[in-house]
């Protein structure tokens, strides 16, 4: 067997096995879900009509299967959910896979522009304040990635429309429009301006204690450049914990995303959650949180296959 | 009295009367925002109640009837007449002969009685079910026991002939796009909910959820030389100061305002003018509920009016952006008495009243609310000190407006704070209060007057509309004796409309709802 194939046995098992790990993380999600909203007060029967008689009402939760007991609808959400299914929503009556499927686009549009916006700012920031600590530059990039990390994102978002609508006119102050670079501008950069700060500060705080470890300072003795020092040994070694940091922070984005969408009429999974939950429409609520998820757990799996690629003493055990 | 309301309280008056001498152009863009939320509930009208859906849906759907601000009353509209017999019960309308469906197709009476019996389909509890069950044998349909409204006659392909339960006037019941007419064939079809087909003068273009909906004009409508615009676009704008930015950057046509941007529009000379404003048919007031023995005492009811400043509050808090409610019905309502006066602020009479009704000490009660910011919680954070200084103490329960709404039709509550549709029409409004009327259906103090109910029974009965006029403004004096509820305000609806927008109708049942066919834009819009 060549090296090669050795390298992908253990990959591969590494990947079936942390796709099974991910499993029981999806069912407790799922669960905790729906016994959240089997007890917090208010139901979609109330909030569709005002006065509907009371037989009505009876007929329509056994209709929607409110009327079963909690494990009951549980495990039919469940089977449905084997087959691909995630139900249909209460609300528009339409397939939460076909609400779903209109959001995606936008949502990932929306936090990937982020995240780039926020990696090719906050890491060449974190680098350049780390290789003069205490400097000009390294104090301003901290004002940076300080005020980055305080500000509010709705004041952030407003502020942003003001200047750049408002003010200078390059850039519409709302909505979708054709999906276009144009209107993805400012939500991107109001959503990525807190982790852009924090890939600065995380990257600082990176670079120096690598610049002071033993195999830096062998690479320097041995009469290495400071460029070659710093691209072959620190950047490399600083790019596993700025992944991790990537990981997580999909995550948080997906969050976050929820107040940007609401604030620029940005049509992501953020805002269908938000009133999927408000209206009560649990199987929308359920296949929302299930995509983030689902999403969120894919992004880390990538991130741990990239640790592998970028440090090769990493192994998929 | 709806067109002394309009011109008292409409600024936006001054964006119409230069309007009115120009002659509408054709073409354009209107861009309207749809501020209450961050999405549309449907594309199937019937399904929905949240009046975010009836903006879109005035540009897309047509009823029965149509409601005509000028006039404040409901008009006919896809109704050309409507002929009244036995003995007020009986309707037969005549329909248009001239109203194609987005998909080419002519109505006809096959299309409203199939979309009224739709609605009546009581497994999928659609709200306008509320308004169709004033036909005979519309209630036997939504409990299963009927197939079809046994009320409802085809005559012919455009004459219906419409059997009421009960003596009122189906033109307030059949207006709004919750009674909207769906092209049977169609609305059958999966794919009419993500391509919904209508009357109205606009057809559907495209749905981008969560953002906007956009309709263009319908060459066929059936109204000469309307509507005047190419293209309708609703954006989805549920963030008062976002709305703001895009406004001030001419990006929207129309923007709801909250009282805090209310403020700021009166005080810049550059959009003081855009205000447009309306008296809606909502009364915001605190329920209270008779079960709870303190409450079970007029007198202290009639004490939690005297002790509260109301005025202050609307002034202070909410910067004027409301209407002082004398009693139950609002300001633009037809059977409004204007001589009444409300419950004035007199902290020692409440504590008179008080004493008399064996509360000298006051009591503690528990007051349910929302977080809304115009009638929920930063009110009653105001009102609990007003209260305290006569002695009662409120303990505030907070809930999502989903759970209000719920606790206020169940009755599991001392007392909540609510806005609630008091018209446009005041029967239906006062009867709200009547004995028979469920607590789940609007009767939400569980009110019982059997003097009250008489007044309301023989309004009903009444021919002649001064006279229930007259019986419906004594149901209503009779109210703020009574005082179930602590009379807070009625709407006072705001926005703000680009000099270039013409022919805003001052709806005084939602501002936001437009008919659409009349508005017009000039070549001074930058959506061309």
Known sequence: MSDGGRKKVPMLSFLIRRLLQTIPTVLAVVALVFVLFSVVPGSIVSSMSDDADPQVELRLKKQLGLDEPVHVRFG??????????FGTSFRTREPVTTMIAKRAWPTLQLIFTAMAFSVLLGVPLGFIAALRPGGLVDSAAMVVAVSGLSIAKFWLGLVLMYLFALKLGWLPSFGYGDGGLKYLILPAVTLGVSPMALFARTTRAAVLEIMTADFVRTARSKGMSEVRVVKWHVMRNALVIILTTVGLQFGGLMGQAVVVEKLFSWPGIGSLLVDSVLQRDIPAVQGSILVVVLAFLAINLLIDVLYGVIDPRIRYA | MFRMIAIVAGLGLALAAPAEAQTPRKGGTIRMTAPYGSSFTSLDIHTTQRAQDEIYAKALHRSLYIWDSAEGKPVPELAKEAVVSGGGLVYTFKLRDDAYFHNGRKMTADDVIWSYNRIMDGSKAYPGARYVRIIEGAAAVEKGQAKEISGLKKIDDFTVEMKLTEKVDPAFYLFTALTSIYPADEAVKDSFIQHPIGLGPFKFVEHVPGSRIVMERWDRFYKPGKPYADKVIVSVMGEAAARDVAFRNKEIDTSVLGPAQYVAYQADPNLKGTIAEVAEVFTRYMGINPAFKPFADKRVRQAINYAIDTDLIINKLVKGKAYRATSWL?????????????????????????????????FEFEWTTSQNESWGLPIVAAVIPMLDKVGIKAKVKQVEAAVLSEVVRSGDYQAFIYSQQTGPDPQAALKCFHSSTPQSACNYMNFKNAEFDKIIDEAGQADDTAKRTQLLQKANALLYDEAPVWFFNYNKAVMAVQPWLHGVQLNATELTHQNVEDLWVDETSPAK
């Open chain 1, 76 to 85: 039919g959400y469940i089977a449905k959910l084997a087959t691909g299914d």
């Open chain 2, 330 to 362: 609002p300001l633009t309502s037809t059977a409004y008495d204007k001589a009444m006066k409300p419950y004035p602020y007199d902290p020692a009479k409440a504590r008179q009243l008080l004493a008399e009704a064996g509360y000298p000490s006051g």
